[in-house]
């Protein structure tokens, strides 16, 4: 039987036969599923939510050493971690005023406020305490010493701040 006469024949017993109808549906129904089901699991890596700024600061500064560091000739798949001091430093334009009182000179700051709002001169990102980094090709010494020099030159880090290791 040719496959033509196949596909003619199944077609003629899906218009008759309701059982057989009933089980293709089924059929693409369980296929549709399959495919919905993959496509949300297997979707673009998830969005991370985050509650402060510092931690999408340390977040995305991972991302980025790490796709970087992955275009480096040899070093192959590299997973990175970072950490900071502490929180984000908020730097306030302030007016001071000076008063004489009889205990002698008294200097007060207040926040200048625009709109009922502090005004921010500049927000400091914390300082990087150490990097970690996990590279397939780490145990090359070229391709650590690249690795080190790019993570070296991006953060303005210490040699002594950096730890490679490589990935089993």
């Known amino acids: 039987m040719s496959e033509n006469s196949r596909i003619k024949s199944l077609i ?18 369980i296929i549709l599923v399959l495919i919905i089901g993959v496509n949300l699991f297997s ?8 509650s402060d700024p510092v931690s999408e600061y340390v977040y995305s500064l991972e991302k980025k050493l790490q796709h970087l560091l992955e275009q480096v000739d040899g070093a192959g798949k590299v997973s990175v971690a970072i950490s900071v001091e502490s929180g984000m430093e908020t730097v306030l ?14 200097t007060v700051s207040t926040p200048v406020m625009v709109n009922g709002k502090t ?27 690249k690795i080190q020099q790019a993570a070296l030159s991006l953060l303005d880090v210490k040699v002594g701040q950096i730890e490679i290791l490589t990935m089993k």
Do not use: H, W
């Open 43 to 50: 979707g673009s890596e998830k969005e991370e939510s985050f």
């Open 93 to 106: 334009a302030m007016t001071t005023t000076t008063k004489e009182t009889s205990a002698g000179r008294e």
């Open 12 to 29: 003629r017993k899906l218009k008759t036969d309701g059982k057989t109808r009933l089980i293709a549906v089924i059929a693409c129904v």
């Open 119 to 145: 005004v921010v001169l500049k927000e400091k990102y914390p300082k990087i305490n150490g990097v970690l980094i996990v590279a397939e090709g780490a145990n090359s010494i070229s391709v650590y010493t």
